[in-house]
């Protein structure tokens, strides 16, 4: 690869995402990853939905609180992030000395979009004396507003740990929201944000796979809708899904969540079948497109070029720190 389109692939970063340069299709990824690795110290952390490839070269696969947990006492030079904006950025607010590395910075999040950080400010000054409780599928700049973060596994806890007469405004997702508000009694304001992966699934194909596969066991993620949850026999966070179906006895799942997840499902329990829950279309559209375009051939090129690089506003990852932290003592105390 000539220097010079190098040199324009880097600069033109800022249009494409990522380091856009052909690579040589016969270099073995794999082996060349695990040689960055050790040249430059670094680590690899992904989310469960990441392309399988991804995951298999990781060095920690997890969900969000285990990734923000990994990336707190991560003691390597360098944070290579497979999965989205809001998650690499979570791990430079604990880690603002470190790079953090994200293979394509357009991987984005539609329910950390669906809350602009100028309208949630207003929002919030309707609601004084309220404590702002964020999904971590936010903005840095919706951290620094919030009081508390929380994800998936721990934010039942979290919400519990506020004294029950503290009025709370949950943020941005509707329906782990509303989820949450019928788990633990509490009346919460709710941002009306949602996942375009979560809110796509079809209950009616779901009920018709469960008349064809009478003993699967349908598990959802919690950013699903309402009506999807009262029929699932398991809720949870993908570490709790994942948990689940090697615990329980069922052979068959019905997976309502990215269909990312069944890479570790299936690794764990060959034995077993998970079916991805059918979306309301004809396409397999429960494949989130942010998470996916990842891809092992921008993970490498990343780490080799150390860019696309996480970068923001220090008084904002200094803002955005203190509600992290906050959830992390939280979780800490309850073994999570
Ligand atoms: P968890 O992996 O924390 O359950 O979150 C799922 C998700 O939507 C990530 O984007
Ligand atoms: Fe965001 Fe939904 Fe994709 Fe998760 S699955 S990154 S919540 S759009």
Redesign the pocket.
């Known amino acids: 690869m000539k220097d010079i389109n190098i040199a324009s692939a880097i600069s033109d970063i800022g249009k494409q995402g990522f380091i856009n340069i052909e690579i040589d299709p016969i270099i073995d990824l794999f082996v060349e990853i695990e040689k960055l690795k050790e040249e430059k110290n670094a680590i690899v952390l992904a989310h469960y ?1 990441q392309e399988p490839d991804i995951q298999d070269v990781a060095d920690y696969i997890g969900d969000s609180l285990g990734l923000a947990q990994e990336a707190e006492k991560a003691d390597a030079d360098m944070i290579v992030f497979a ?2 904006h ?1 998650m690499a950025e979570t791990a430079k607010i604990l880690n603002p000395e470190k790079k953090v590395l994200l293979p394509d910075l357009k991987a ?5 979009d669906s809350a602009p950080a100028g309208l949630f400010r207003k929002f919030k000054e309707q609601y004084p004396g309220h404590v702002v409780i964020s999904y971590i ?1 936010c903005s840095a700049e919706i951290k620094a507003l919030s009081d508390i973060i929380c994800t998936s596994s721990n934010a039942q806890k979290i919400i519990e740990s506020v004294p029950k007469e503290q009025k709370i405004i949950f943020a941005p ?1 509707k329906n782990l929201g509303a989820y949450l508000v019928k788990k633990t009694g509490r009346d919460m304001v709710l941002w009306n944000g949602s ?4 809110e796509i699934f079809s209950l009616e194909k779901i009920t018709r796979l469960k008349i064809r596969y009478p003993n699967a066991k349908l598990i959802a993620h919690p ?1 699903c809708e309402e009506q999807i949850l009262r029929v699932a026999d398991f809720i949870g966070s993908t570490t709790g899904l994942l948990k689940y179906t090697q615990i329980d006895q069922a052979k068959e799942y019905i997976v309502a ?2 269909t990312g997840i069944l890479h570790q499902m299936q690794l764990s329990s060959p034995e077993k079948i998970f079916i991805p829950a059918p979306p309301n279309n004809n396409c397999a559209c429960n494949d ?4 996916k375009l990842n891809t092992l051939e921008k993970l490498y090129v990343c780490m080799k070029y150390e860019l696309p690089e996480i970068t923001k506003d220090p008084n904002i990852l200094e803002a955005a720190k203190k509600p992290i932290e906050r959830m992390l003592a939280i979780s800490r105390k309850y073994g999570l």
Do not use: K
């Open positions: 939905y999965g989205v809001f984005g999040c539609s329910l950390a599928n997702d996942c375009m992966v979560h950013e969540t990215e989130c497109p942010h998470m």
